[in-house]
């Protein structure tokens, strides 16, 4: 059975950085076609905000294109979010997701299969 489980949110200050991790268990990461970060606040619908193709191309959400990093550890079955800059915008539930079916865009989130629990990110001004 997949497991994921994110950590690394928390609460910072306008222009601060946080890193998140996902660690998977039950499936290796490179077997997965898509991994992904996706965000979501209250009344709204689920955003893709970094994904990674299983051949290693990243594609990133418009609004964080150059403040946000994804990265993938296959030794250690872990998928990362550097995330610079950070805005308070940003502020959201921080979800880590992983597919196995090549469909749809790695932003996508109808082309994951297996998500985390979420991670909360808050950015105060």
């Known amino acids: 059975q997949v497991q994921l489980v994110e950590s690394g949110g928390g609460s910072v200050q306008a222009g601060g950085s946080l890193r998140l991790s996902c660690a998977a268990s039950?499936?290796?990461?490179?077997?997965?076609?898509?991994m992904g970060w996706f965000r979501q606040v209250p009344g709204k619908e689920r955003e893709g905000v970094a994904g990674?193709?299983?051949?290693?191309?990243?594609r990133y959400a418009d609004s964080v294109k150059g403040r946000f990093t994804i990265s993938r550890d296959n030794a250690k079955n872990t998928l990362y979010l550097q995330m610079m800059s950070l805005k308070p915008e940003d502020t959201a539930m921080y979800y880590c997701?992983?597919?196995?079916?090549?469909?749809?865009?790695?932003?996508?989130?109808?082309?994951?299969?297996?998500w985390g629990q979420g991670t909360q990110v808050t950015v105060s001004s």
């Open positions: 990674i193709h299983i051949a290693g191309s990243t």
């Open positions: 039950g499936y290796h990461y490179t077997s997965y076609y898509y």
């Open positions: 997701a992983t597919g196995i079916r090549p469909y749809g865009s790695s932003l996508d989130s109808s082309a994951y299969d297996y």
